[in-house]
């Protein structure tokens, strides 16, 4: 439990990945909320009835609303670990219903999809870091009639296997970030295997989700892996670099880049 974890108000989701449900590390989900004297309990136990061995449901979550959306990369209905996402929504009740099971038009075997997730005004976006080799965000929305489907399939903005984009996903009104941390920063010659970068998104009205700026780090690091992690709100964002290490004696520590709209 907390392997990831969302929070919104007085609200908050938790996945248990490896948690034994429908079958072996099927994976769960638990909400929990605090009531009005500041106590926290738990409100609800999200769990897949489909879910399959090692399909690791819970692998990221996302708040939003009354929406919580949980990834399961190792989800195989699309094929062995294509991935999927599940979409949840609370009623006037306060129980949750799963409302979609998300696997893209084109599930791809080995894409995870679900690996990571986002929410928010402008739908819904799954990342598929291993989806053609280079990762892909899919976006998606619901029709007329509230059926959730593949809006957008996102490709990684640059060229190169390995990239992992989609590896992190944080999505605030019109704007998102992708983590790809297996990007080479060809800003240097030879590029800096392995240094990553972020890409920020933007939501247009007429192409959907765009890609608009690299974010690379000031000082890049052969496999420090930024844009491991990402989140962003009010036009600043925040990307994660899991082995950067600016203490060469230590092991690596990791750090975090802010960065800002003008």
Not at 78 to 83: E, K, N, P, T
Not at 159 to 173: H, I, K, T, V, Y
Not at 207 to 214: F, N
């Amino acid at each position: 439990l907390g392997f990831s974890v969302a929070v919104l108000g007085d609200r908050v989701v938790a996945g248990a990945r490896a948690a034994d449900g429908a079958a072996v590390n099927s994976g769960a989900a638990y909400v929990f909320e605090r009531d009005a004297s500041g106590a926290w309990a738990q409100a609800a136990k999200l769990a897949p009835a489909d879910g399959a061995a090692n399909g690791f449901f819970g692998f990221a979550v996302a708040l939003h609303a009354d929406y919580a959306l949980v990834g399961a990369p190792g989800d195989d209905d699309g094929g062995a670990l294509a991935g999927a996402a599940y979409l949840y929504q609370r009623g006037p009740g306060g129980a949750w219903a799963l409302t979609a099971k998300l696997l893209g038009a084109s599930p791809q075997p080995g894409a995870r999809l679900g690996f990571a997730v986002a929410v928010g005004d402008w739908g819904v976006l799954v990342g598929a870091p291993d989806r053609n080799a280079t990762g892909a965000v899919i976006a998606f929305l619901p029709d007329v009639l509230g059926v959730w489907g593949e809006a957008q399939d996102v490709p990684a903005p640059a060229p190169g296997a390995g990239l992992d984009f989609g590896r992190a996903l944080a999505m605030s009104g019109r704007i998102a970030l992708a983590g790809a941390p297996g990007t080479c920063d060809s800003a240097y010659s030879p590029c800096i295997q392995g240094a990553g970068s972020a890409w920020a998104l933007w939501r247009d009205d007429s192409l959907g989700w765009v890609p608009v700026l690299e974010l690379l780090a000031s000082d890049p690091a052969a496999e420090a892996e930024m844009g491991y992690a990402a989140s962003v709100r009010a036009g600043t964002g925040l990307v994660g670099s899991m082995r950067n290490d600016d203490q060469p004696e230590a092991l690596p520590v990791g750090s975090a880049y802010v960065y800002g709209g003008g």
